[in-house]
């Protein structure tokens, strides 16, 4: 059974740092990039950051680079998300997902044909 488990997600006040983790499990890590992408109720998902696990390739939306770093630990099957300076505005349920390819990831593509599986999400509050 494929499974992607988030955690870490909380309340912290803006300015302060928060690290998600993502659990995989069910399919080979090492072929699959992986994702986080952020949610607020009524507005649409939003691409955070990507990580290839075969080349370690990474990918930031504009809104988050400089201040989010995705890692992750192939040999535990684990990505992590350092998010620093959060602000208000980074409020959302963050989901990891997994995809074969980091390139239709980075292109946007998964926003027409979704990813190959998600998690099912951890709550981050920011609060000003």
């Known amino acids: 059974e494929v499974q992607l488990v988030e955690s870490g997600g909380g309340l912290v006040q803006a300015g302060g740092s928060l690290r998600l983790s993502c659990a995989a499990s069910?399919?080979?890590?090492?072929?699959?990039?992986i994702g986080w992408f952020r949610q607020v109720p009524g507005k649409e998902r939003e691409g955070v950051s990507c990580?290839?696990?075969?080349?370690?390739?990474?990918y930031y939306a504009d809104s988050v680079k400089g201040r989010f770093t995705i890692s992750s630990d192939n040999a535990k099957n684990m990505v992590y998300m350092q998010m620093n300076s959060l602000k208000p505005e980074d409020t959302a349920v963050y989901y990891c997902?997994?995809?074969?390819?980091?390139?239709?990831?980075?292109?946007?593509?998964?926003?027409?044909?979704?990813?190959?599986?998600w998690g099912k999400g951890t709550l981050v509050t920011g609060s000003s």
């Open positions: 997902a997994a995809d074969l390819s980091f390139g239709r990831v980075v292109a946007g593509e998964w926003i027409d044909y979704g990813m190959d599986y």
């Open positions: 990580i290839s696990s075969s080349d370690g390739s990474t």
């Open positions: 069910g399919f080979t890590f090492d072929d699959y990039a």
